[in-house]
Structures are given as C-alpha cells and as structure tokens.
C-alpha cells in the first residue's frame, strides 16, 4: 500500500498571524510540505542567519579602497579579487621633550673608586700552632683598628677564650699564638680526671659480653612449660623488649623461638566478627595466624613443637557435615602444615591424631603435607593422653617415620 502524499498546501494568513521577526520568521505559522517528497519544509531553508547587531568588517571598506567594477565585468570568467581594508594609521606621538643624555637625577656611571691602596701595602702573618690531640673550639678574635693602623680597643675578657695564652690586644706582624687543648681533651691524652673517668667506666646494655646478654635474654624469653595456644595462659614473654633496637630484636628472637616448645592444638572456643551473628568454632586459625604474624624467617628458628588434631564437635559446628568436621579436611590444618615445611628447621616434633576415625593411606591430601615436613626426631604416639593411643594406621605410621626423619641429622653436634 503506498503511502499518501499530502498535496501542498497553499499557505494563507490566519487569525494568528504575527508581524514578522527576524527570529521568528514571518509570521504565517502553517507548516509547508515539499511537493515532491511530501516533507515538511524548513522555514529557514537554504538562508543565511545573519544577527542584525553583527557587523562584517569585510563589508566596511573606504570608498577610496573600491576599485571600479566596470574593468571587471569586459572579461567574463576570471574570479574577482576581493579588496582589503586600509589599515588605520596610528595615533600621533604627543610633544614630548628628548630625554637629556646625563641626568642630574640619574646616578653617576663612574666605577667606584678603589680603596687606598696606601693602606693594603702592609700585611699582617699570624701563626698558629696548634697542639696534637686538639679537638677545639679555636677563637681567633682580631680587632678591626689593627687593620687600620690605630691602637685596638680593649675588649673585656671571657671565659671561653681562656683557653689561648694571647689576646686580640697582643698581636702584631709576625705573632705566634700557642693553642692550649681543653680539659676534656686532657683525658684523652693521658692527664686524670676523675669525673670523667667515672663516667666512661659506664656500659650499655650492648657493650656487654654476648654470654651475658643471652643470659639476660633466657631469664625474659625463655620458659620451662609449654607454650599451649589451646590455653594461652604464659603468652606474656616481655616481646617488648624486642622493639628497643635491631640488635636486641636479632638477638632476643632466636632465644624466644629456639628454646621454647610450642604446641597447638583445636580450641574449642568460638567467636564471630561485629557485624556477623553467628559464632563459629575457632580451631586452627590461631596457629595459622601465629605464623603468619612471625613470618618466615622466625619460623625457621622454631625448634622444637607438638601438634594434637582432633576434629570439631557437632555442638560448635552445627552448619557443617560430619566429613567436613574431620581435621584432613580443615584448610587451615594444611596451610599450617606447608607453611612449617617450607620454612621449618625443626630439630624435634610431636604429632598425635585423636579424630572419630584413624589416619589412613586414602587421606592423602593431608598426608602430602605432612611429609614434606623434615625433623630429626618425631614422636606419633604422643602420652599426653594415656588413657587411649592415638589413631593411626601402622603402615601409615611407618610410611611417615621414613619420610619425615632426617638422615644425617642436623642437630646431632648440639
């Protein structure tokens, strides 16, 4: 179906016609159609807008500058030349009276004139010997009249500059001044003095022998009972201490790393962030963050450690299955376990499995990460708890004792 196109419509004035505006247009209102597309048409098509406050500077031109258009209408054609707009000469200069070439007020261009040279033929030489061992302060004071050639003012005399034999009042061409080292200097060089000598016989913590110092270091680091983070009751070690200085921070750590025992296990507590309502059992998270907080280095200077596992109870951990519940499954177990084997220079460890069911060959993703980890001495059947043995496979138990034992050890000579 084709489309209908409108016919033109012959416009006609209506009742709201205006007086026409150059920003309105005329002041018919009716839209008018192309009669061959059959579109409405533009009422500024094909027009230039031109603002009536604008002006052409183009347009403005002298009469002078116009030539005549007749030369150019004979040869048809060839483009016309548009005429430029003279330029607008400037503004006269006003009358004003030339500069003089040597202004009264303008200062003289003369150099200055140098200083006498009379006074500078005479030149004076001091000699100053200074002892050996001297550490200062040296004062050399000198009166300008002596320059001058006058008598010097007498200056009133100081205590700081008791320590020179002369004074400014003395010196003439060719003087010698003798340096008297102070009194804290006479120490140094072998004269007594019994204030300072006290003093020196004063020691820092650091210039102390090493055996004192890790003497010093045991009776604040070191402990004889387990460090438990099950029930963290000894924790308070003086770490304090450690931030002193990097030295004391060097020495002080491997005393609290290396001769202390720790030992971890499940804590059975719960907790939960503010803006969470439901507590979850903590666990092993507290010996991961442990040794995240040491870092590698203090890692490799623990020594000696025990491990317990043991899985959740279902009263703490309602939200998770019975299979999750089991340590081999707990994510935090394995990083702990990697961290230790990939840092860890353990000399001795203890490891006992107490879960509802034994460590088997088929638990092999926490297997894995158990034999990476390289001790001289490992004990598996801990007697911490008597009453029962720990529940492990004996193939698995001796699979374990084979990889995780070093031979040759490296704590032998100790």
């Not at 084709?2 to 012959?10: F, H, Y």
């Not at 033929?121 to 300008?144: C, H, M, Y």
């Not at 300072?196 to 890790?214: G, H, Q, W, Y």
């Not at 491990?307 to 935090?332: C, K, N």
Request: contains cysteine.
């Amino acid at each position: 179906m084709a489309r209908k196109v409108p016919s033109k419509v012959k416009t006609t004035k209506s009742a709201c016609s205006r007086k026409p505006s150059p920003e309105l247009g005329d002041g018919d209102l009716q839209t008018r159609y192309n009669s061959r597309t059959g579109r409405p048409i533009r009422d500024g098509a094909g027009r230039k807008s031109i603002d009536p406050s604008y002006l052409d500077t183009i347009e403005v031109i002298d009469d002078d500058g116009l030539e005549s258009e007749s030369g150019s209408e004979d040869g048809e054609g060839v483009k016309k030349k548009r005429p430029k707009r003279k330029r607008t000469p400037s503004p006269p200069l006003p009358d004003v009276d030339a500069l003089p070439l040597f202004p009264k007020d303008v200062p003289s261009r003369e150099p200055t004139p140098l200083a006498d040279e009379g006074q500078n033929e005479q030149s004076i030489n001091l000699t100053v010997n200074i002892p050996k061992g001297f550490a200062g302060p040296f004062l050399l004071k000198i009166d300008r009249n002596m320059l001058n050639g006058g008598k010097p003012e007498p200056q009133p005399k100081r205590n700081r500059l008791s320590s020179t034999e002369t004074s400014s009042s003395s010196l003439t061409t060719g003087s010698t001044i003798n340096v008297r080292p102070r009194k804290s200097v006479l120490f140094h060089s072998g004269a007594s003095d019994s204030k300072t000598r006290a003093d020196s016989t004063k020691r820092t913590f650091a210039e102390l022998p090493a055996e004192i110092r890790n003497q010093i270091y045991r009776l604040l680091f070191v402990t004889k009972d387990t460090i438990r983070f099950s029930h963290p009751v000894n924790f308070k070690r003086s770490s304090a201490f450690l931030r002193t200085c990097k030295q004391i921070y060097n020495e002080g750590r491997s005393v609290l790393y290396s001769e202390n025992a720790f030992a971890f296990s499940r804590n059975t507590g719960s907790r939960a962030p503010y803006w969470e309502s439901q507590e979850k059992e903590i666990g092993y998270q507290d010996m991961r963050v442990f040794l995240n907080s040491i870092g590698p280095t203090n890692i490799s200077l623990l020594r000696s450690i025990s491990i317990m596992f043991t899985d959740a109870s279902p009263s703490s951990t309602p939200y998770l299955s019975h299979e999750e519940r089991r340590f081999v499954r707990d994510e935090h177990v394995i990083y702990c376990l990697r961290q230790i084997s990939s840092y860890g220079k353990l000399k001795d460890m203890e490891v006992s499995f107490y879960g509802r069911k034994s460590l088997v060959r088929t638990d092999y993703r926490f297997l894995d990460a158990l034999r990476e980890i390289k001790v001289d001495e490992l004990c598996l059947d801990s007697s911490e708890r008597h009453w029962y043995r720990s529940k492990i496979d004996y193939i698995v138990k001796t699979s374990l004792e084979e990889s995780m034992v070093r031979s040759p050890k490296l704590y032998e000579q100790e």
